[in-house]
């Protein structure tokens, strides 16, 4: 069984809505961002664990 670490990745597009959060499992190296249904364009991320950030940065979505 996979078990939550307590870290997430929250993903937010330029306007700073929260588009995703995506929890971050016990082992995991990566993490999978679906993007479907998304504008290309800048978005940001923030890595969080148990509400406090840890790191924050910028992720260019280009064209599918």
Not at 21 to 50: C, R
Request: aromatic content about 10%.
């Amino acid at each position: 069984s996979f078990a939550s670490t307590g870290i997430s990745i929250r993903i937010f597009d330029g306007n700073g809505r929260k588009i995703c959060e995506i929890p971050v499992l016990h082992g995991a190296t990566s993490v999978q961002w679906h993007t479907e249904g998304l504008a290309p364009g800048m978005y940001f991320y923030q890595m969080m664990s148990k509400e406090r950030l840890i790191q924050s940065g910028k992720v260019i979505l280009h064209g599918h």
